[in-house]
């Protein structure tokens, strides 16, 4: 299995909304990835967990909340979203702290806050 | 701190022609860069890599990207371009940091293939 899978692919929430996003690899790989990416932008990170731990958090408001239940699996938890945290979410893992074989990226969560 | 910068917001090629799409990086240390493409509403793709050795680097779907450290640069070519090849196309380069290496986007090439 060499794919990292995001669910659900689309999410439309209320701003009152509480929701989570599911990543799961199943590579071995020990560090995992959230990325943000709006249109026509680059990819903005936004949480590094490293075997498991949180390393980075790239000051990131607390409305996003990330866990790493088992190094296979990363969520993200969101609550009290705004409109502008509209956004592609994208998940990645690469293999511990290196960077050899890059990052594998999942086809993220298209995230819409009404 | 690392950066990347790709001169080219958009680019339009004809099919069946070649393809070069520039990138330069800032970093004080050997880099780690890379080339991804990313389709509409997808994730990205790795189309190749480069650490060390030959600094001619070929990767998926017939791209290759050449290594320049004088130039501080690692553009991406092909020689043929396919009308499939239509994506956003990303450099990046690795840094490491707080004990993990991590990923630095250039703002993106965005290519267009005519008929």
Request: include cysteine; proline fraction near 5%; charged fraction near 20%.
């Amino acid at each position: 299995d060499t794919e990292v899978t995001q669910t659900p692919k689309h999410l439309v929430m209320g701003m009152t909304n509480k929701k989570s996003l599911k990543c799961e690899q199943h590579m071995g790989h020990r560090a995992m990835y959230w990325y943000k990416q709006k249109a026509k932008k680059p990819p903005e990170l936004m949480f590094v967990y490293s075997y498991e731990k949180l390393s980075i958090n790239e000051s990131v408001p607390s409305r996003f909340s990330p866990e790493c239940p088992n190094s296979s699996l990363l969520n993200l938890h969101l609550h009290a979203l705004q409109p502008e945290d509209s956004a592609l979410y994208l998940c990645a893992s690469s293999q511990g702290r290196g960077i050899r074989h890059g990052y594998t990226f999942g086809s993220g969560t298209r995230l819409t806050v009404v | 701190a690392q950066s990347v910068t790709q001169p080219d917001i958009h680019i339009t090629v004809s099919e069946g022609a070649s393809l070069e799409l520039r990138c330069n990086y800032s970093y004080g240390a050997t880099p780690y860069l890379f080339w991804y493409v990313q389709s509409p509403g997808q994730g990205l793709q790795l189309l190749l890599k480069y650490f060390s050795g030959d600094t001619l680097v070929q990767g998926i779907k017939g791209f290759e990207a050449e290594f320049k450290r004088s130039q501080s640069s690692f553009n991406l070519r092909k020689p043929s371009v396919h009308w499939s090849d239509a994506a956003e196309y990303f450099c990046a380069v690795g840094a490491l940091r707080a004990g993990s290496y991590q990923l630095t986007f250039g703002k993106g090439t965005k290519l267009s293939v005519i008929p």
